[in-house]
């Protein structure tokens, strides 16, 4: 059956209180992976985020994991694709990519997600995508465009794209794989119990090159600044947002909920501006106002079914 929290939150205003709680608290993970970019190696930022994420949630899951653990065996194949997409293809490469990025780009980049997550919808769970829909993706994808070019889209004809930017481009379509797997896992597995599962899935995905980052590249640093953004990311992100995020995808669909990207650019925008005294450029407003109506376009769409039960 469907988990009791998933039930009693998963109607009414809840599931976009949740969106737009979940999209300002990762923003705050742009505004971090930039910052420590460089005096954080970006696997070990990934790897101590969702290790400290497991840790906090594996108290009150592991009876969960007990009661579902023929089901989650079954869809082991699942958890382990969600595993890879979640954490390697994209938190690593997003921390990695901000070492040659900025966190506006970076939060406007995370808005190309909604147009691979509504093809993904209708290539992998026959959502229907109407005419509206279609348009607010193609316009919030030129929004992206925009972003990559610096503005002159003569660019896009010689290549000349910023690595980081590549990298979160890569980092967020892999969250679209991992957005619409989301609605595969079977019902009675609630919000909470995904997360932990594929969380310690991706410390067995990560650990390897973690190791292989620490010898070759340098380990994760021992200073307070390491230890605030770790307990940051691993509880706070990793938990509480991912957590939120989690649930208005179960509730709205991946279509829908994927307004929170637009939301988190914006969010994205003002920290970068604030705390990182970042420049908003005549471009980055563009962009920001054709994803804008790209997601007034996207909202348009029919609320898919929810996650049928299984016996």
Known sequence: MVSAIEKRFNRGLWPWVFLVAGAFVVSTNHVLGRYVGGEIPPIGLAFWRVTVGA???LPFAWKDILEQRF?????????????????PMGNAMVYLGYNFSTAL???????????????????????????????????AAFGVLIILSKGDLLALSSLTFNKGDLMLLVATTSFSFYTILLRK???????????????????????????????????????????????WVGIVI????????????????????????YCRAIFTAGLAIILLDEE?????????????????????????????EIS
């Open 238 to 261: 990793a938990v509480i947002a991912v957590g939120l995020s989690n649930m208005s995808v179960l509730a709205l669909g991946p279509a829908k909920s994927s307004i929170g990207h």
């Open 185 to 231: 896992i079977p019902s009675s597995i609630g919000p909470m119990l995904i997360l932990v599962v594929i969380q310690i899935i991706g410390i067995i995905v990560l650990a390897p090159f973690y190791l292989y980052e620490s010898i070759t590249y340098m380990p994760v640093p021992t200073n307070a600044l390491s230890i605030l953004v770790i307990a």
């Open 105 to 139: 780009n970076g939060g406007i980049i995370a808005t190309s997600q909604p147009a691979t997550t509504v093809f993904l919808a209708w290539l992998i769970l026959n959502h229907t995508v109407n005419r509206k829909q279609i348009i607010g993706v193609l316009i």
């Open 71 to 87: 089901v989650i065996l079954k869809e082991w194949k699942l958890f382990f694709l969600m595993a890879i997409l979640f954490m």
């Open 55 to 57: 840790l906090v949630l």
């Open 280 to 308: 908003m450029e005549i471009y980055h407003w563009l962009s920001i106002g054709l994803v804008i109506i790209g997601v007034v376009l996207m909202s348009r769409g029919h609320t898919p079914t929810r996650r049928t």
